[in-house]
């Protein structure tokens, strides 16, 4: 099976955009300065423990400058260099809803009143999307494209306890549920390699996502980057890495069990970051890509081959 008229045998995101608006449509990232409940004390000072300073901010802008003028710089910038014609306002940076409201419509009301953007995506913690900021959303999703992206990684207590998220998997249920009856898209990130996870555990959180039709979900691997809490137990030797071939057969399985619907928003993580200890084997994004097209091919498998 196909999807989006092309070769892919999964739903890639970037096909599912061009089938969905005629025109290649590319993500700007964002950051608007917000900060992080799991950084400032709230929940915790610590931060999830593969969180750098950024965030989980992967691109040059910064806060110093607007987010019309980051949309600006983005924009013209993937209308060269990719040849993109609209766009969709990625705001990535830390927790994207941890603002009053009033602050959040100012916010999101910026980027979606620029011409060439078509939609939004709002990355953030299911345990900060309160009821009031869900409706302004969904108010959104009536005119805009609309995505609530929730950092899950994983659907097990014990592995969400290690990361330090802050939140368990029964809250990122409830906020899923919250955003769709509000007809918001939900994409749930999810990490593989995390220690003590068999890739029957990494299994379990693919089933769980497809039992809720999530929309979308964005797979990375466990990486490990300078100056975090994980480099500190990586550098004591209790990080193992997963091997690239393992990591390949792993992202195949869980996509053969999502339902055909739901929308990959990555299959490799952001690809090798200047401040990235490891994997080394990260370095060629595209080669990992292809080994999975590949694999698929070989099974002559398919994303929802073993939906249920
Ligand atoms: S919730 Fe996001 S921004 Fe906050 S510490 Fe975790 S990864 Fe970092």
């Known amino acids: 099976m196909f999807f989006n008229n092309t070769d892919k045998r999964y739903n890639r995101f970037s096909d ?18 917000f900060t992080c409940p799991n950084r400032d004390g709230t929940i ?50 830390y927790t994207n809803t941890y603002k009053p409201v009033e602050e959040l419509k100012q916010i999101y009301s910026e980027a979606l009143g620029h011409a060439d953007v078509v939609g939004i995506n ?45 939140h368990d998997f029964k809250t ?17 990130h999810v990490i593989l390699g995390l220690p003590n996870e068999t890739r029957q555990d990494m299994l379990e959180t693919a089933k769980a996502l497809a039992d809720l039709n999530i929309d979308g979900v964005k797979i990375h691997l466990l990486c490990v980057l300078q100056n975090t809490q994980l480099s500190k137990l990586y550098f004591q030797g209790k990080i193992p890495i997963m091997e690239e071939d393992e990591y390949v057969e792993t992202v195949c399985d869980f996509l053969e069990l999502l339902p055909p619907s739901t929308t990959i928003h990555r299959v490799a993580g952001n690809g090798l ?21 590949n694999l698929l091919e070989k099974r002559n498998s398919y994303q929802s081959l073993k939906y249920k």
Request: contains cysteine; positive net charge; charged residues 25%.
């Open 44 to 93: 915790s000072s610590d931060g999830c423990v593969f969180c750098d300073s950024g965030g989980s901010f992967s691109q040059l802008y910064s806060n110093k400058i607007s987010v019309t003028q980051q949309l600006n710089e983005g924009i013209e910038l993937s209308k060269q260099k990719y040849k993109a014609q609209k766009f969709l306002a990625y705001f990535q940076a």
């Open 16 to 33: 599912h955009l061009r089938e969905k608006f005629g025109v290649k449509v590319y993500k700007i990232t964002l950051d608007a300065g």
């Open 273 to 293: 970051k200047p401040n990235m200890l490891a994997p080394g084997w990260l370095s060629k994004k595209f080669i990992v890509m292809n080994k999975i097209d």
């Open 172 to 188: 990122f249920v409830d906020a899923t549920e919250r955003a769709k009856s509000r007809n918001i898209n939900v994409c749930a």
């Open 122 to 166: 709002i990355g953030t913690r299911p345990d900060c999307v309160e009821d009031e900021k869900l409706d302004l959303i969904g108010e959104l999703s009536e005119n805009y494209y609309t995505w609530l992206e929730f950092g899950l990684q994983s659907i097990h207590e014990r592995s969400l306890k290690f990361i330090n998220r802050g």
